[in-house]
């Protein structure tokens, strides 16, 4: 059998990172992915799978930290779950309100379009994306990079 050849968190291209989110499928993080039918060897693999994984969110998430916007949403995210354990835990008038609030604005939220940031970051950078060969890493730096190009400066006029 053929040694797993997987993805790094510098190395996994943004379409299979993308797949990943979408499907909860770890098998994008295989380069080539032909799991053993000896039972002990796929559990090893398995578990470099996850290992693999693991260190692709480390490495993403260093990337992610730095934009302020994603952290931004991980407040919002942590505000909206404990909003709805402070729902479930004391389910009284007002908290049932604050949670039938949070989930209408929850609902509210615009999906995110892959397809749409490709040709966004496209546009911005000049020159067309290959997703699948592009690493995750890479198109996160250049999308921060391009929110921060963008955004207006708040510096008192000299």
Request: glycine share 2%; charged share 35%.
């Amino acid at each position: 059998m053929k040694k797993l050849e997987l993805y790094t968190g510098d190395t996994l291209p943004i379409w299979n990172y993308w797949m990943i989110n979408k499907t909860g499928e770890l098998k994008y993080i295989a380069k080539s992915c032909e799991l053993s039918s000896f039972e002990p060897e796929r559990q090893k693999q398995l578990r470099e799978i996850s290992k693999a994984w693991e260190e692709i969110q480390d490495t993403l998430n260093e990337v992610f930290v730095k934009d302020p916007d994603y952290v931004s949403a991980m407040i919002e995210e942590k505000e909206y779950v404990y909003t709805m354990i402070d729902a479930a835990v004391n389910p009284n008038a007002l908290n049932k309100f604050k949670a039938k609030v949070a989930k209408q604005g929850k609902e509210e939220e615009r999906e995110f379009d892959y397809e749409t940031s490709i040709a966004v970051l496209e546009k911005y950078l000049g020159y067309s994306i290959n997703d699948r060969e592009m690493p995750a890493k890479r198109y996160y730096t250049h999308l921060r990079l391009m929110k921060q190009a963008n955004k207006p400066s708040i510096k008192p006029n000299e």
